[in-house]
């Protein structure tokens, strides 16, 4: 099936610093998704991206769909404390009709020193 | 609140006992999904419903597993058996109908955690 990888697995930077990672697959996907999952809660969508080379933005958070359409990324600007987390990439598959489960990525932790 | 609910958020039990696990989607979402998380992963999807069917199932859903929706709305994922590597948070989603809002954008609940002695 297919899958995704992340890099990198985690992240200590300092409050007011720019984040990015990433997220590449072997296969392609047609829509790429990064969800935020907080301890002891489900995942929360944070930006989806449905074109190749699509640049999208959500307050802080920039995320970008990768032009061969098999890696995406996701920078935040100037960090906060809240954005202490887990950022998953994820994607549905190519068949099945768009309907079937997502693909998870294993995830960034970020983790942020005041 | 008109998020996902997940009942209970935390349940341990004895290796061979029986467990369910209850979800209720935002109500006017037709489709419903199950995924398990283990540490240090992502969620594994097991399976989703559309409306009262269930349309597709993974292979981590053994035969000891098994979801039902049986009115469309609320759906119930229980385990026989349990094993301790059943232990993980198993996840609901749901979604809105197809062709309104922005494509596969599964709103979460909180999760149960399992815990398997």
């Known amino acids: 099936g297919q899958q995704l990888n992340q890099s990198p697995q985690s992240m200590f930077i300092q409050e007011g610093e720019d984040v990015s990672m990433n997220c590449t697959s072997s296969?392609?996907?047609?829509?790429w998704l990064w969800y935020k999952q907080d301890p002891g809660e489900g995942p929360v969508l944070l930006i989806a991206l449905y074109k190749a080379g699509e640049l999208t933005s959500n307050g802080r958070l920039t995320a970008q769909f990768g032009i061969t359409r098999k890696d995406s990324f996701l920078n935040i600007s100037a960090s906060i404390p809240s954005d202490v987390g887990i950022y998953f990439c994820?994607?549905?598959?190519?068949?099945?009709?768009?309907?079937?489960?997502?693909?998870f990525g294993k995830g960034t932790h970020l983790i942020i020193q005041p | 609140d008109t998020g996902v609910s997940q009942n209970p958020r935390h349940k341990i039990t004895k290796r061979g006992q029986n467990v369910t696990f209850r979800c209720d989607p935002i109500s006017e979402h037709n489709r419903l999904y199950w995924y398990r998380q283990t540490l240090g992963q992502g969620p594994e999807f097991l399976t989703y419903?559309?409306?009262?069917?269930?349309?597709?199932k993974s292979r981590l859903l053994s035969d000891r597993f098994s979801a039902e929706r049986p009115k469309g709305s609320f759906s119930t994922l229980e385990i026989q058996r349990t094993e301790q590597g059943d232990s993980a948070m198993y996840l609901c989603a749901s979604t809105t109908p197809p062709g309104q809002g922005s494509y596969n954008e599964q709103f979460f609940g909180p999760g149960t955690r399992l815990t398997v002695l």
């Open positions: 994820a994607g549905p598959p190519l068949t099945g009709g768009g309907a079937d489960g997502l693909t």
């Open positions: 296969s392609i996907f047609n829509t």
């Open positions: 419903f559309q409306n009262e069917a269930q349309l597709e």
